[in-house]
């Protein structure tokens, strides 16, 4: 009776059921210009992660990708496409879907971090500039239903420029992203930006330089569907009280009984030594 009490208070979780999902979308892109070349490389992919429960103490254990590689460069007019797909299983004692609900991104990502760093003599300047923090929350749409986020930023800039006479070097680069986490600490999103910029011109005597060179990269990882339940709203004071009072009333029924016995037993003891002794 107490096992099944304790059950029905600590219910199993959705990745601990029969079978379970995520799927997340990935994809990485750079684009370059320059003076003398243009690029573009993308890898784009879907990755799922899913667990089917074999009996009480094994999980079968799936990873599959399906995506596509594109490379392009102005060097030699070189294009190349290629799609791509594997898959992977195995048998585990652990679920992998609750290994990745276990890491909790909400609490790893909780910290602040602000650097500011400026050097400046002659004709030097660097200047590095970094923020990270939380942001509160936001509603998302996802799979039909609004959810509340945990919102992670990052800001970043550093800069360099260097002259001399007729010369200069210049670098610029521009740092952005963001992370968006379920309150149970699943990953919706996280998607970063870097854009940096190069100048030189080099003027001397015998030979000039001009030289410039732009290129963006861009990384997304996104979730796009899964069959687990999600949290809708953090919990407030008063549902972590109302979730609580089973637990509270498990306990005080607990102890009552444990008194009651203990009770019960200092009773019979003393009414069995009167009746001896």
Partial sequence: MLATLFISLFPLSN?????SYVTYHVELKKVTNSTYYNTLFDISFNETFSSSQINATTY???ISVIGTFLLHSSVFNLSYLKP???????KSK??????????NLTKVLNFTVEVFKKVSFDNLLYVKNI???????LNVNFQGSTYTVNSYVLKGNVTFSLSYKNSIIEFTKLDSGRVLLFNNGLLYIAEFSKNATSNVELSTK???VNYTKQSNKVFIIQLVSTNLSLPKDAPSIVQYLLMSIPVVAFVGI???FLYA??????????AFHRSHY
Avoid: D, V
């Fill in 206 to 208: 015998y030979f000039n």
């Fill in 254 to 256: 607990l102890a009552a």
């Fill in 84 to 90: 791509f797909k594997f898959s992977t299983s195995y």
């Fill in 94 to 103: 652990h679920s992998l879907i609750n290994e990745i609900l276990s890491l």
């Fill in 15 to 19: 990745a601990q059921q029969s079978q």
């Fill in 131 to 137: 923020t990270y923090k939380p942001n509160g929350t």
């Fill in 261 to 270: 016995l203990k009770k019960s037993r200092f009773s019979f003891f003393k």
């Fill in 60 to 62: 079968n254990n799936t």
